[in-house]
C-alpha cells in the first residue's frame, strides 16, 4: 500500500471512486472497504462534502421540508392501512357468519399482515419524527466542537 498524499491525478480518481458511494448513504468504513482507499482519506472526503452541503442556504428549510413531508406520507400510509383493515374486517366477519372458513382465515391472514404494516409504517414515523433535523445536528456538532 502507497503511503503518503495523493496525487492531484491519483485525489480525482479516488473522489470518482467514492463519490457514487457517498450518494448514496454508505458509510466512509463500508466505503474504504469496499473500494480498498484508506479510511482516512475516505472520511476527508465524506466530511468535506457534508460540509458543503451543510452550508448550501436553503439546506436547513430542505431538510425540514424533506421530513415534514415524509411524515405526511406516512401519515396517508397508516389511513389506507386503517381503512383496508376496517374494509377486511367486514368481509371477514361475513365469512364467519356464512361458515366459510377457509375465507375467513385468508381474511384473518391478510388483517395480520395489514397489522404488522401499520405496526411498520407507525415505527418508522416515530423514529422520523425523534430524529433531529440538520439544524439540531449541526447546532449539537457546534456546541461539543
Same mark, same amino acid.
Given at each position: 500500500?502507497?503511503?503518503g498524499?495523493?496525487? #492531484?491525478?491519483?485525489?480525482?480518481?479516488?473522489?470518482?471512486d467514492i463519490?457514487?458511494?457517498?450518494?448514496?448513504?454508505?458509510?466512509?468504513?463500508?466505503?474504504?472497504n469496499?473500494?480498498?482507499?484508506?479510511?482516512?482519506?475516505?472520511l476527508?472526503?465524506?466530511?468535506?462534502?457534508?460540509?458543503?452541503?451543510?452550508e448550501?442556504?436553503?439546506?436547513?428549510?430542505? #431538510?425540514?421540508?424533506?421530513?415534514?413531508?415524509?411524515?405526511?406520507?406516512?401519515?396517508?400510509?397508516?389511513?389506507s392501512?386503517?381503512n383496508?383493515?376496517?374494509?377486511?374486517?367486514?368481509?371477514?366477519?361475513?365469512?364467519?357468519?356464512?361458515?366459510?372458513?377457509?375465507?375467513?382465515?385468508?381474511?384473518?391472514r391478510?388483517s395480520?399482515?395489514?397489522s404488522?404494516?401499520?405496526?411498520?409504517?407507525?415505527?418508522?414515523?416515530?423514529n422520523?419524527?425523534?430524529?433531529? #433535523?440538520?439544524?439540531?445536528?449541526?447546532k449539537?456538532?457546534?456546541?461539543?466542537?
Amino acid at each position: 500500500m502507497k503511503r503518503g498524499h495523493p496525487t #492531484t491525478f491519483e485525489q480525482e480518481n479516488i473522489i470518482r471512486d467514492i463519490m457514487p458511494y457517498y450518494q448514496k448513504g454508505i458509510s466512509a468504513r463500508a466505503t474504504a472497504n469496499h473500494t480498498g482507499h484508506n479510511i482516512k482519506t475516505v472520511l476527508k472526503y465524506f466530511k468535506q462534502w457534508d460540509k458543503n452541503i451543510t452550508e448550501q442556504e436553503d439546506f436547513i428549510q430542505r #431538510t425540514k421540508t424533506t421530513k415534514e413531508k415524509a411524515i405526511s406520507s406516512i401519515d396517508d400510509e397508516i389511513i389506507s392501512l386503517n381503512n383496508h383493515e376496517k374494509e377486511i374486517d367486514i368481509v371477514r366477519k361475513r365469512a364467519y357468519q356464512s361458515g366459510n372458513v377457509l375465507h375467513f382465515e385468508k381474511m384473518s391472514r391478510l388483517s395480520l399482515k395489514l397489522s404488522d404494516q401499520k405496526l411498520k409504517a407507525v415505527a418508522a414515523k416515530t423514529n422520523l419524527i425523534n430524529t433531529p #433535523t440538520a439544524d439540531i445536528i449541526i447546532k449539537m456538532e457546534r456546541d461539543n466542537g
